[in-house]
């Protein structure tokens, strides 16, 4: 039984217009495709900025913390200067002091 040409092109017609409809969708998967990587491809540049700027407010609060530092360093002398100008005061006043008592107590003794 031999087909008629007329039935081979309906044929021929049927598996283009299937071919058509089964390949429509997988253009659309495709493009859908396409748009979830460009979306990917742009959180990763998003994260590696954010990542970035990350990186940079931690070398700057390092050096925040290494001026900070420095400037306890610098209060700390002065005040291990400050105690030692008033470890000098107390030891002259208690000389000094000292010093009065014993005139004072010489005047008293030997003064009539």
């Known amino acids: 039984m031999a087909l008629a040409e007329e039935d081979l092109e309906q044929i021929r017609r049927l598996i283009r217009k299937e071919v058509a409809a089964q390949t429509a969708p997988s253009v659309g998967l495709v493009r859908y495709d396409l748009e979830l990587r460009e979306?990917?491809?742009?959180?990763?540049?998003?994260l590696k900025h954010q990542r970035e700027l990350m990186e940079q407010?931690?070398?700057?609060?390092?050096k925040r913390f290494e001026q900070v530092d420095k400037r306890f360093?610098?209060?700390?002398?002065?005040?291990?200067?400050?105690?030692?100008?008033?470890?000098?005061?107390?030891r002259w006043s208690f000389a000094v002091t000292l010093t009065?008592?014993?005139?004072?107590?010489?005047?008293?003794k030997y003064l009539p």
């Open 39 to 46: 979306r990917i491809v742009r959180v990763e540049e998003e």
């Open 57 to 62: 407010g931690f070398r700057l609060m390092d």
């Open 100 to 108: 009065v008592g014993g005139l004072v107590v010489t005047a008293i």
């Open 73 to 90: 360093e610098q209060v700390d002398k002065h005040l291990e200067a400050l105690t030692n100008r008033l470890d000098r005061f107390m």
